[in-house]
Every structure is written in structure tokens, then in C-alpha cells.
């Protein structure tokens, strides 16, 4: 056995990055399975920091194998960006990165595609994605007439390939009411240069890497799979319409991976010891207050792919305990800790008022878990830093007490807090060790 997951529990960025970077050196392999560009994931190491899009965050190890499996949408130019800027901070990527031929590419109509979507009100308002293209990307996957493979690019038909898709689309796209400009950047001669161009690049890359994995897990390696977003923001699991476009919860790990369900068994489930959300959608336990406010300065709560202000409130253990469910979560990592030293009273939401009736569960339509009002619990503060706490005993009372109401209320123990971004400042509990990670 030999697999462990990170699996975000909220609606994303709960600091993924940052334990991917700090368990990969314990790993032979770290696995990016679903999503794509739409994800920004920090790893701060010492004093470089760097921001993540495709690229898995154990890259920094260059005795780690990096692979971006077929359950990830791929945009080849961004990609190559990353790359070249990881190379200029001295880090080879090229010879610890395996990519999937059976991964699809994020084409520019995709983009144009995704610009669209933003103009949609869907139920009243826009689902903010993060316009990278990832929707219109997964649909023609989905689709199949349309799509474009990593190994499409390395096939003697590319060229006919991508011009016919072209002009397909950019039929498709006038329809959509794209632009002449737009249309013009799309023409088929010129998708057919870009496309060569990947390919001289990204050739050395493109593997078959379900087979160098399941090789991998049959030699008793180690795997560390690195999921994207979070588990709210699943396709099928989470506050839909108001998701992102793959399974991002942990029952997404097999399929984006391409490992069967034996080779799984740990799951860290990641949160933020709050509740943030970027882009549109309900959010029971979201503050509009000074609160919120001062919740979103303390955290520098800003995304790390568009740069748009999240939306902040307190913990919501429903939503968590739902998640940790779902995902198979054997351990949480509670992080940003010290974001909550700076309170006189601290509230955690511990079930949601619908029409009157007390639930406990997240409801399946958008305009539900909008009605839905949060049923708070004070919880008193501790109101002291915890930024060097290095172990439990470093941690004041009431953030003990803190953590303990999370772990009962989520019904998981936690087995990582963090409080800062720093690699150093993490603290293994004593519940770590049944996760192998003591
Ligand atoms: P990801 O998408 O889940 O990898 O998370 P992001 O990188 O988008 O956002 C997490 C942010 O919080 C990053 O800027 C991290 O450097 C930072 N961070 C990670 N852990 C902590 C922590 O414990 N405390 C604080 N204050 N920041 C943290
Ligand atoms: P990481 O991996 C936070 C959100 C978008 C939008 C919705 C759909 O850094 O945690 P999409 O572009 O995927 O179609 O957008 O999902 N979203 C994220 N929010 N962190 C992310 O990734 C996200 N990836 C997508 O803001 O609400
Ligand atoms: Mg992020």
C-alpha cells in the first residue's frame, strides 16, 4: 500500500501547495490528477515563493517524480511559461516531469469560450470562473467530437487535426457572438504553427503515465497525489452549478490518476481553520463585515491565479464534515491558524436554518443552500500569536480547545496545523503517525 491523497475540503486554497511541497521529499512520486491552470498553488521555500499553476508542487525535489496524469486539462502555452520560469529559478522540470499523452489540451478557443461563460447569469449570478478555460475544455471531452489530446500532438494527422477542430470552432464561436479579432486569433494556419510548437517542446514529456505509475505503485513506491480546488467546488459533489469542472473531491483521485482504489490509503483533508470562496455561489457562513474584512487582510486572502479579493467567513463544519465524509478523509491538516490569533470571539457553523427547519446536511440546489442560514457556536478566542508555535505545547489553551471542537464536529482527527506559510511553520500532532507522516 502505498498512496496518499491531499484533498482540499472548502472552495479551494486551503494550502494545498504547501503541504504537497513539504510531504513530497517523504514520496517517490507526487501526482497532479484533475483541474488545470485554474488552480494556483503556493509553495513558500525559505525566502523564494513560488505560484504554481500545472506544474505539481513537489517540483521543487529533484529526487521526486512529477506526473500531470490524463484527468488534467493542460494549456500547452501557459505550461511552457512555467516551465521556462521554474528553469530560470534553476529548477529542471523537464527531467522530473512525465505528462499523459492521454491528457487534453486547453485550446485557445477554450479561452474565448470561457469569457462567455462569465457573462451567463446562471441563477442569478456569474459562476466567476477563473478564465482559464477549463469548462469548455472538460465539455468537449466530454463531447469527444472536438477534442484535442496531448498525444494528438505528436500523431503524423495533427496538422489536419487541428485545422479541421479550428474551423469547426470557429464556426461555433461566431454563433457565440465572438469578435472578428477573436476568430482571426483562432485561424486554422495559426493553431497549426502553435500546436508544432508545443510539440517540439513538450515531446521529451509526453508518457504513458498510467503505466509508469501503476509500475511505480507494483515496486512499492510511494505515491503523493495532489488534488486541485476543493471538494465544494466537485462537479458532481459539490454547490453546483457553482463549481469547477472535474472531481476535485477524493473520490476524483482513481479516475484523473488512472490507479485503481488499492493503491489509496490516507487521505489528508486540508481546510483553512475559516471558510473562504472566490467566484460566485452560496456560502452560509460568509461575512460581509468588518469581520470578513479583517479576516481577508490577516490572511492576505487574495487568489493566487486571478488576484480577486475571496470571500471570507468563519468555519463551516457542516460543509467540512460533508466533504471529509465524501473524500475518505483519514486526517485533517487545519491550517492558517494564526489568522484566527486575532480574535476576542471566534464562531464555527455547526448546522444551517432552512425554511425554519434545522438541517444538517448541504443541501443539492444552489437556491437552498442560499437560503440556508448559518447556525453559529461562539467558541471564545485566544487572541495570541501562534506564528512560531512548534509543537502542541506551544499552542495556548483556547486554541487547543479550537481544535478539539473541529475535530468533533467533523468527526476526523487532525494530523497537521499550520501557522504560516513557511515550510517550518507546521506541526506534526500526535495524531499524525497513523498517516504514516509522524
Ligand atoms: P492552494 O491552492 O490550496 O495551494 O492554496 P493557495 O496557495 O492558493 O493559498 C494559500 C495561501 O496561504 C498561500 O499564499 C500560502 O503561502 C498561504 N499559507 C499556507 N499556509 C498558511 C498558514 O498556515 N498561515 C498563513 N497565514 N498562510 C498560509
Ligand atoms: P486551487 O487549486 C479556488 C473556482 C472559481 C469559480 C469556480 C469555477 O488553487 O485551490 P473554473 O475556472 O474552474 O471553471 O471556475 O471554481 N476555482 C477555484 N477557487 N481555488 C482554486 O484552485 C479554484 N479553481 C477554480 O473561482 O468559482
Ligand atoms: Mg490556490
Not at 488576484?307 to 465524509?325: E, I, K, L, Q, S
Amino acid at each position: 500500500m502505498s498512496g496518499t491523497c491531499v484533498i482540499g475540503l472548502q472552495w479551494g486554497d486551503e494550502a494545498k501547495g504547501k503541504l504537497v511541497d513539504l510531504l513530497a521529499p517523504r514520496f517517490d512520486c507526487v501526482i497532479r490528477y484533475q483541474g488545470g491552470a485554474n488552480a494556483g498553488h503556493t509553495v513558500v521555500a525559505g525566502d523564494e515563493v513560488y505560484k504554481l499553476h500545472h506544474i505539481p508542487s513537489g517540483i521543487l525535489h529533484s529526487d521526486v517524480q512529477n506526473f500531470i496524469t490524463p484527468g488534467v486539462v493542460i494549456n500547452p502555452t501557459t505550461m511552457l511559461e512555467e516551465i521556462d520560469g521554474l528553469s530560470a529559478r534553476g529548477i529542471n522540470v523537464v527531467e522530473n516531469l512525465k505528462v499523459s499523452e492521454r491528457a487534453h489540451l486547453v485550446m485557445p478557443w477554450h479561452m474565448i469560450e470561457d469569457a462567455t461563460i462569465n457573462k451567463v447569469s446562471v441563477r442569478g449570478e456569474s459562476i466567476g470562473t477563473t478564465n482559464r478555460g477549463i469548462g469548455p475544455c472538460y465539455r468537449d471531452k466530454v463531447g469527444r467530437t472536438h477534442a484535442i489530446r496531448m498525444i494528438d500532438l505528436i500523431e503524423a494527422s495533427r496538422d489536419e487535426r487541428i485545422a479541421t477542430v479550428s474551423e469547426q470552432k470557429t464556426v461555433l464561436l461566431r454563433q457565440l457572438g465572438a469578435t472578428d479579432e477573436e476568430l482571426a486569433s483562432i485561424a486554422p494556419e495559426k493553431m497549426v504553427a502553435l500546436a508544432a510548437s508545443w510539440a517540439e517542446r513538450l515531446a521529451p514529456m509526453i508518457s504513458d503515465t498510467t503505466d509508469l505509475i501503476l509500475d511505480a505503485a507494483e515496486a512499492n513506491q510511494t505515491l503523493l497525489f495532489e488534488g486541485a480546488q476543493g471538494a465544494l467546488l466537485d462537479i458532481d459533489h459539490g454547490t453546483y452549478p457553482f463549481v469547477t469542472s472535474s472531481n476535485s473531491s477524493g473520490v476524483g483521485v482513481c479516475a484523473g490518476a488512472g490507479v485503481p482504489p488499492k493503491w489509496i490509503d490516507h487521505v489528508l483533508g486540508v481546510c483553512k481553520a475559516y471558510s473562504t470562496r472566490v467566484g460566485g455561489g452560496p456560502f452560509p457562513s460568509e461575512l460581509n463585515d468588518e469581520t470578513g474584512d479583517k479576516i481577508r487582510k490577516l490572511g492576505n486572502e487574495f487568489g493566487t491565479t486571478t488576484g480577486r479579493p475571496r470571500r471570507c467567513g468563519w468555519f463551516d463544519a457542516v460543509a467540512v464534515r460533508y466533504t471529509a465524509r465524501l473524500s475518505g478523509v483519514t486526517r485533517l491538516a487545519l491550517m492558517m491558524m494564526d489568522v484566527l490569533a486575532h480574535f476576542e470571539e471566534l464562531k464555527v457553523c455547526v448546522a444551517y436554518e432552512l425554511d425554519g427547519k434545522e438541517i444538517h446536511h448541504v443541501p443539492a440546489h444552489a437556491d437552498q443552500l442560499r437560503r440556508c442560514k448559518p447556525i453559529l457556536e461562539t467558541i471564545p478566542g485566544w487572541n495570541s500569536p501562534v506564528d512560531d508555535a512548534r509543537s502542541m505545547s506551544d499552542f495556548p489553551a483556547g486554541a487547543l480547545a479550537y481544535v478539539k471542537r473541529i475535530e468533533e464536529l467533523v468527526g476526523v482527527p487532525v494530523g497537521i496545523l499550520s501557522v504560516g506559510p513557511d515550510r517550518s511553520q507546521t506541526i506534526f500532532t500526535d495524531k499524525a503517525a497513523a498517516m504514516g507522516l509522524a
